[in-house]
């Protein structure tokens, strides 16, 4: 039987399609889109909190609850984050609204990320071709990172 897709948008390493590979998950259909109402961080990982002056790009797109579930269970026994999904809407470049799952770490540890870390987000980020100040704010967190 067909397992039922759900849309959910990937913000930090998981926007990367070769890091989604790792845990055989490629996905057929994506589209930039960004979040109002929160902001960044990536100390260690990526992860959002809550923001009225910011705002999140990324990409959604579709993916089983056993996909995520399987991704998300390598988030926490690989990288150590347990993120766990909150519904909200994103906007689409096109300006159209789509509910989406997002997945938040709420108990991650502040500690600085790994340069190589902060790459598999900012590559993306550019062949998306995201806006160059949310580059750029990507960029920033290279000055709090550490070597591979």
């Known amino acids: 039987m067909t397992q039922p897709k759900v849309d959910v948008f ?3 390493s998981y926007m990367n399609f070769n890091v989604l590979k790792e845990v055989d998950l490629v996905l057929d259909q994506w589209e930039v889109a960004r979040l109002n109402g929160f902001d960044i961080k990536i100390e260690p990982r990526a992860n959002l909190v809550y923001s009225n ?9 579709r993916a089983t609850h056993q996909e995520l579930a399987r991704l998300y269970s390598h988030a926490e026994n690989v990288l150590g984050e347990i993120y766990l999904p909150q ?6 470049l096109d300006n ?3 509910p989406a799952l997002c997945y938040i770490c709420h108990n991650m540890v502040s500690r600085q990320a790994n340069k190589d ?11 998306f071709l995201f806006p160059q ?3 750029e ?3 920033s967190f290279y000055s709090n990172s550490t070597e591979s």
Request: net charge positive; hydrophobic share 40%; with cysteine.
């Open 137 to 139: 704010r990507l960029e």
């Open 96 to 98: 159209k609204h789509r």
């Open 87 to 92: 519904a909200v809407i994103v906007e689409t």
């Open 53 to 61: 002056q910011h705002c999140v790009y990324g990409i959604v797109s």
């Open 10 to 12: 990937f913000y930090g």
């Open 133 to 135: 100040w949310y580059i």
């Open 117 to 127: 870390y902060v790459k598999r987000i900012v590559l993306p980020a550019k062949e």
